[in-house]
Nanobody
Framework: QVQLVETGGGLGQAGGSLRLSCTSS????????MGWFRRAPGKERELVAA????????KYADSVKGRFTISRDDAKNTVYLQMNNLKPDDTAVYYC?????????????????????WGQGAQVTVSS
């Protein structure tokens, strides 16, 4: 059973930066697609960013493009979400997700939430 553990986040100010990390227990981390989703109070879960298991294919929600960056360090089994120029609307619980790359249609499913494994979530609160 793959386990994902998110760290980072917390309280930030509008215009500031925070970084989330997600470490996976899987041995072959480089074979896994990774995604970040978020759920704000009263809203549905939505994709924030995703990164493929081959190369540097990345996807972003329009609301975070140019402000957030997803990256991965396969040697550390970790995916990161660097969040810059934070806005109060970024306040949400952020979830890390993963799925086995060879059986995941990245272009079709990266935003659908059809990931095999999810982390417990990390709260991000942005004050104005």
């Amino acid at each position: 059973q793959v386990q994902l553990v998110e760290t980072g986040g917390g309280l930030g100010q509008a215009g500031g930066s925070l970084r989330l990390s997600c470490t996976s227990s899987v041995r072959t981390f480089s074979n896994y697609v990774m995604g970040w989703f978020r759920r704000a109070p009263g809203k549905e879960r939505e994709l924030v960013a995703a990164i493929g298991w081959i190369g540097v294919n990345t996807k972003y929600a329009d609301s975070v493009k140019g402000r957030f960056t997803i990256s991965r360090d396969d040697a550390k089994n970790t995916v990161y979400l660097q969040m810059n120029n934070l806005k109060p609307d970024d306040t949400a619980v952020y979830y890390c997700a993963s799925s086995f790359g060879p059986t995941f249609n990245f272009e079709r499913d990266y935003a659908t939430g059809n990931y095999y494994c999810w982390g417990q979530g990390a709260q991000v609160t942005v004050s104005s």
